[in-house]
Each structure stands twice: as C-alpha cells, then as structure tokens.
C-alpha cells in the first residue's frame, strides 16, 4: 500500500529537485527513499524503477523547459526569437543541471510518444524554423544543428569546459550571431545532402 503523503507527483519533483543537487547519475532510488525518511521498498509502490524514475524527471523537466522556452519565444521572430529561444535553454540546462541531463538520455519512442513536453519541443522548434522560411528536410536538419550546437556549448560549460579569458556569455552572444546568419542563408541541397 502507498505511504500516506507520498505521491508520484511529489517523487517526481523531489527527484527532480535531487538529480540538480547530486547530478543524474547520483539520482538513484535509495538517495530519493532517504529524503523521504522511508525505506527504499516503500518507493517502489510509485515507480518500478530507477530508469522509470529518471524517465518521469525528464517528462517532468520537458515540460519545464518548453514551458519556459514558448514563453520566451511568444511575440517573436527571426534572430530575436533564435536568441530568445536559446537564452532560455541554456538558461535552464544551467540552472537546472540534472533535470537537463535526464531529457537528455536515449528512450524508446513509445515512452514518450504522450509527453507534451517532448512534444513541444519539436513543435517549438519547428516554428522557430519556419521563421525562416524552412520546410522539411531542411526542417530537420536545421534542427538537428540547434540542437547539436545549443547542447553542445551547455555541456562543455557545465564541465567547465571554457578555460581561455573572453567571457562566456560573449561567445555564446557570437555563436548566436552566426547561427542567425547559417538559418538566414541556408544552403540550397546539393546531390551529397540528399538521400
């Protein structure tokens, strides 16, 4: 029987709140029992595992993330929305490490087909995108390098991968720049970028 006051809602967040303490891979079910003050067996009447457990913090996080993001997106276009956009994803990933990590892990497509936030995600993007006067597959494609460059500089900055003087912010301010350049002169496809 569930313990009384334990709820999934109230394990998901606390996990959350967890994973951003001690990182993703300290989030385990043991460490979340502790902060309950319950024993481990007592969780598993909520979630069945740790990897289901991690999976609820980043549907959790997606939906913080997306939330955040079309509200910073709302009203806008063209390189203010890029810039909106992108401040509020990393914005997030730094102020919420281990959430971040958690909607980055690979999962089945089908555990998270009903996630509006995953959903989202694709959907916020896609507009942004479409600002630009892209359709598919330049959709996907450019997507794909949002995401590669938006994730890659947020990684290596919580590493703290950045060890040379000019400041942070300032490159990140210039990758901006040049991202908004590459979406507004996209390159027409060429007989290697087909399938």
């Given at each position: 029987?569930?313990?009384?006051?334990?709820?999934?809602?109230?394990?998901?967040e606390?996990?959350?709140?967890?994973?951003?303490?001690?990182?993703?891979?300290?989030?385990?079910?043991?460490?979340?029992?502790?902060r309950?003050?319950?024993?481990?067996?007592?969780?598993?009447?909520?979630?069945?595992?740790?990897?289901?457990?991690?999976?609820?913090?980043?549907?959790?996080?997606?939906?913080?993330?997306?939330?955040?993001?079309?509200?910073?997106?709302?009203?806008?276009?063209?390189?203010?929305?890029?810039?909106?956009?992108?401040?509020?994803?990393?914005?997030?990933?730094?102020?919420?490490?281990?959430?971040?990590?958690?909607?980055?892990?690979?999962?089945?497509?089908?555990?998270?087909?009903?996630?509006?936030?995953?959903?989202?995600?694709?959907?916020?993007?896609?507009?942004?995108?479409?600002?630009?006067?892209?359709?598919?597959?330049d959709?996907?494609?450019?997507?794909?390098?949002?995401?590669?460059?938006?994730?890659?500089?947020?990684?290596?900055?919580?590493?703290?991968?950045?060890?040379?003087?000019r400041?942070?912010?300032?490159?990140?301010?210039?990758?901006?720049?040049?991202?908004?350049?590459?979406?507004?002169?996209?390159?027409?496809?060429?007989?290697?970028s087909?399938?």
């Open positions: 029987m569930p313990r009384a006051g334990i709820t999934v809602t109230r394990l998901t606390a996990a959350a709140e967890l994973a951003d303490e001690v990182g993703l891979e300290k989030l385990t079910v043991a460490a979340l029992a502790k309950f003050d319950v024993k481990d067996a007592s969780l598993y009447s909520h979630v069945r595992s740790l990897r289901e457990l991690r999976l609820r913090v980043a549907l959790f996080a997606a939906e913080e993330m997306t939330g955040r993001i079309a509200l910073a997106v709302a009203g806008r276009s063209g390189r203010e929305a890029l810039v909106a956009f992108a401040d509020a994803y990393r914005g997030y990933a730094l102020a919420h490490p281990g959430r971040y990590a958690a909607t980055q892990q690979q999962f089945d497509p089908a555990e998270v087909a009903d996630s509006v936030g995953m959903r989202r995600s694709i959907e916020l993007t896609h507009g942004l995108l479409r600002g630009y006067g892209l359709a598919e597959p959709l996907t494609d450019a997507g794909r390098l949002l995401r590669a460059t938006f994730h890659g500089y947020v990684h290596l900055e919580l590493a703290g991968g950045f060890g040379h003087s400041p942070v912010d300032a490159s990140w301010a210039r990758s901006l720049d040049a991202l908004h350049h590459a979406l507004a002169h996209w390159p027409a496809p060429t007989d290697r087909t399938p």
